[in-house]
């Protein structure tokens, strides 16, 4: 299953990519986020794998980051005609995933995000999930990313609200 979502965030690039980039203020919009941690390598570098905890409802779901591509790396410096990208695979019980985040220019003061997703179900009950739910898999990338802009533009903290 493969679909992309995007969002314009009324702030320049160069700071979308530091805070997309910044561990910690990922508590503050990934929702449900209770771990993101490295077990090998530094936050956000190429090669870096990281466990990953998340909380949704009343399930828990583990999986292994590892990030597969960063440019450019030096995100205080980012060349005016350059496509800033950062791209991870995650692998869970039962479930690969490959995102791929670009984020451009679209004005002064503005940023285009989008965000390309893949997923491989394996397992029974994860491939029937991806038959019968692949709107759910949208809906939440929709919904980090809409977290991340009210966090972004707004000072909002997923931390303080309810659903």
Do not use: C
Not at 61 to 72: F, G, H, K, Q, S
Not at 114 to 143: D, H, I, T
Request: charged share 25%; no cysteine.
């Amino acid at each position: 299953m493969k679909y992309t979502v995007e969002m314009e965030i009324a702030l320049p690039r160069e700071r979308v990519a530091q805070l997309l980039a910044d561990p910690a203020v990922l508590p503050q919009w990934l929702r449900g986020l209770v771990l993101h941690e490295p077990i090998s390598g530094i936050h956000g570098q190429v090669g870096t794998v990281s466990r990953v905890v998340l909380q949704m409802g009343k399930q828990k779901m583990e999986a292994t980051e590892t990030i597969t591509r960063r440019e450019p790396g030096d995100l205080h410096e980012i060349p005016s005609e350059a496509v800033v990208q950062f791209e991870r695979e995650i692998v869970g019980a039962g479930m690969w995933s490959a995102a791929r985040e670009r984020l451009t220019e679209a004005g002064p003061q503005k940023t285009l995000w989008q965000s390309e997703n893949e997923y491989r179900f394996s397992g029974v009950l994860m491939r029937l999930v991806g038959l019968l739910m692949p709107g759910a898999f949208r809906k939440q990338s929709r919904q980090h990313m809409q977290d991340f802009k009210a966090f972004a533009e707004q000072g909002q903290d997923v931390r303080n609200t309810t659903g």
